[in-house]
T-cell receptor, first 113, second 114 residues
Framework: DQQVKQNSPSLSVQEGRISILNCDYT??????FLWYKKYPAEGPTFLISISSIKDKNEDGRFTVFLNKSAKHLSLHIVPSQPGDSAVYFC????????????FGQGTTLQVKP | DAGVIQSPRHEVTEMGQEVTLRCKPI?????LFWYRQTMMRGLELLIYFNNNVPIDDSGMPEDRFSAKMPNASFSTLKIQPSEPRDSAVYFC????????????FGPGTRLLVL
């Protein structure tokens, strides 16, 4: 069973516009949600996170929104830049202080100049 | 800070051979994770260690897979015997203390079993 789902395998946006990446989860027992970015031939790198007790976290051009009632998470990138083109993974940390990450399948973002 | 170091970066082997992947976590990090990425299953956790002790190995696919962490600065993931379906990218990640702490990933080992 896929507890963390990214239903859009790819997204293409124009430079300067907003990119919105979505993630849904099926388990309410998650403490933290994270977004990782991955370039080809590299490991994922941490981008931004949000605690389950919050509904928004912002860091520069990146904002993560959490809608607990809908079990939905989104990452907004404004403005999008060509260097943002990568695979974005949503991940969740289950309750229980284990710290293990459960990843979504990833969404490939392409930002066109 | 050199980051998480993995070796080899690429491995091509024949079915039935033993494969050993290596990982050096970031100094001072007390948790280490092994992940596998495939097209079909995405990024999945295989096993993780806290303070060199295996905590959860429920993601290890079968007995052909084993992982060790003999000290705080080194871990291995071994596949014996290897099979073509083991072909994937294997990532190692480490994390400082705290369950909410960020995991830092290595560059991965791309394994191809012929």
């Amino acid at each position: 069973d896929q507890q963390v789902k990214q239903n859009s395998p790819s997204l293409s946006v124009q430079e300067g516009r907003i990119s919105i990446l979505n993630c849904d989860y099926t388990n309410s027992m998650f403490d933290y949600f994270l977004w990782y970015k991955k370039y080809p031939a590299e490991g994922p790198t941490f981008l931004i996170s949000i605690s389950s007790i919050k509904d928004k976290n912002e860091d520069g051009r990146f904002t993560v929104f959490l809608n607990k009632s809908a079990k939905h998470l989104s990452l907004h990138i404004v403005p999008s830049q060509p260097g943002d083109s990568a695979v974005y993974f949503c991940a969740a940390i289950p309750s229980g202080n284990t710290g293990k990450l459960i990843f979504g399948q990833g969404t490939t973002l392409q930002v066109k100049p | 800070d050199a980051g998480v170091i993995q070796s080899p970066r690429h491995e091509v082997t024949e079915m039935g051979q033993e494969v050993t992947l290596r990982c050096k976590p970031i100094s001072g990090h007390n948790s280490l994770f092994w992940y596998r990425q495939t097209m079909m299953r995405g990024l999945e956790l295989l096993i993780y260690f806290n303070n060199n002790v295996p905590i959860d190995d429920s993601g290890m696919p079968e007995d052909r897979f084993s992982a060790k962490m003999p000290n705080a600065s080194f871990s291995t993931l071994k596949i014996q015997p290897s099979e073509p379906r083991d072909s994937a990218v294997y990532f190692c990640a480490s994390r400082p203390g705290g369950a909410s702490g960020t995991q830092y990933f290595g560059p991965g080992t791309r394994l191809l079993v012929l």
